[in-house]
């Protein structure tokens, strides 16, 4: 199972849209396939985490390939200090079959991770 | 350092697994001749929880149902219309994973150890001997400690000062990991 965006970068600001394909084989026709944009936390302390963007396809074919657009929420943006950075992924799963692996991407209105703390 | 790239963040700790000598069959095999009833007993930041969990999965592929306990993730657990609904729904196929099992008091402890008597099994932690049998004794070492942060940090463990941490926090390798992510965290400070 695989996801790929059209434009191949890793940053990307509030309002843009995410356009790819999914594509999958898998051993039987799953019940669906979700494209999910998220968040987590990774750091020091307890994770969090929140799928943001779903993409759904219900009774899709066991092997197949479909687009996708997402547009990029407005918040909250990609961080990290010392204690915690908080890391945005889009993948693909199939329920039951697998999951792709995720494509971390960076979302703030500069394009890049916000830094909480100096060098 | 920032938070994602610290070695020590909280993913990369809970990925590293309980080490089980042969696996968890002995372990339950074990568990089985005991009745069922059987507490991983052992200091804080020994795995307790950690081996608990893994075995979970090892009782599921011997075909029982697992149903965890975990107090802190159910504050209503005990309410008056939650814990009747649990007792009935406890079967001889059904083991009981408890965390923490001191946590109850021992009234309520008392309480609980009957009303899971109907079901297949129960297994919990303790800080302490005496609730039920002890099933296993999870305890640290300084050469584990090294051995877990070699996982983690490849030979570069070699060069932290293992032994001294393991010493400050008497044992407790689940704070000796914190306090490593705070020295990779204001080490990487001061080298920029």
Partial sequence: MTISLEIVRDQWRPGETLEGTVSWELPGAPKSVEVRLGWETRGKGTRDTKIVETVRFDAPARSDRKPFRIAVPGAPYSFSGKLVSLVWSLEATAEPGGESEPIRLTISPTGGELLLHGK | ?192
């Fill in chain 2, 1 to 192: 350092m920032i938070a994602r790239e610290n070695p020590f963040r909280t993913d990369r700790v809970l990925a590293v697994r309980y080490r089980l000598p042969g696996g968890p069959g002995a372990l339950l095999d074990r568990f089985e001749a005991m009745g069922r009833r059987g507490a991983l007993v052992g200091p804080q930041g020994s795995g307790k929880t950690t081996l608990l969990e893994d075995l979970a999965p090892a009782l599921r592929a011997r075909g029982h149902r697992v149903r965890r306990v975990e107090l802190d993730a159910e504050p209503a657990f005990f309410d008056a219309a939650t814990y009747p609904r649990f007792v009935e729904s406890l079967d001889p196929d059904t083991v009981v994973l408890l965390d923490s099992a001191e946590k109850l008091g021992w009234l309520r402890w008392r309480a609980f150890e009957r009303a899971t008597r109907g079901a297949g099994g129960l297994m919990i932690t303790a800080h302490r001997h005496g609730l039920l049998p002890a099933l296993a004794e999870c305890r640290t070492t300084p050469a584990l400690l090294h051995e877990l942060v070699r996982e983690l940090v490849g030979a570069e463990a070699d060069r932290l000062p293992l032994a001294r941490l393991y010493q400050r926090h008497r044992g407790n390798l689940r704070e000796a990991l914190r306090a490593l992510y705070d020295l990779y965290a204001a080490r990487a400070t001061i080298s920029g």
